[in-house]
Nanobody, 113 residues
Framework: QVQLQESGPGLVKPSQTLSLTCTVS??????????WSWIRQPPGKGLEWMGV???????YYSPSLKSRTSISRDTSKNQVSLQLSSVIPEDTAVYYC?????WGQGTQVTVSS
């Protein structure tokens, strides 16, 4: 059973960089044909896909967030990381890690001074 666990600070100040980590257990992030996505849900809004890092390390980002988003991985720790730079209050959301039908429980991030 693959399990995903997001972690990171719950409060980030405007203009700073948001950094989150997704720790994967029960499976490898290098498993063929798997893509590990970051998805967020602002309060009162729908899910927004942010980007993905594939099993081979290749990445693809949402065009609307591409300039501020970076997804990386640490294969030795079986972790996938998200960085979102120059955050604004509208980046306040629950952030999820996802692969296929596997979801983390999500982590709340609030952007506020």
């Amino acid at each position: 059973q693959v399990q995903l666990q997001e972690s990171g600070p719950g409060l980030v100040k405007p203009s700073q960089t948001l950094s989150l980590t997704c720790t994967v257990s029960g499976g490898s992030i290098t498993t063929s044909n798997y893509g590990w996505s970051w998805i967020r849900q602002p309060p009162g809004k729908g899910l927004e896909w942010m980007g993905v890092i594939h099993y081979d390390g290749s990445t693809y980002y949402s065009p609307s967030l591409k300039s501020r988003t970076s997804i990386s991985r640490d294969t030795s720790k079986n972790q996938v990381s998200l960085q979102l730079s120059s955050v604004i209050p509208e980046d306040t959301a629950v952030y999820y890690c996802n692969a296929v039908t596997y979801w983390g429980q999500g982590t709340q991030v609030t952007v506020s001074s």
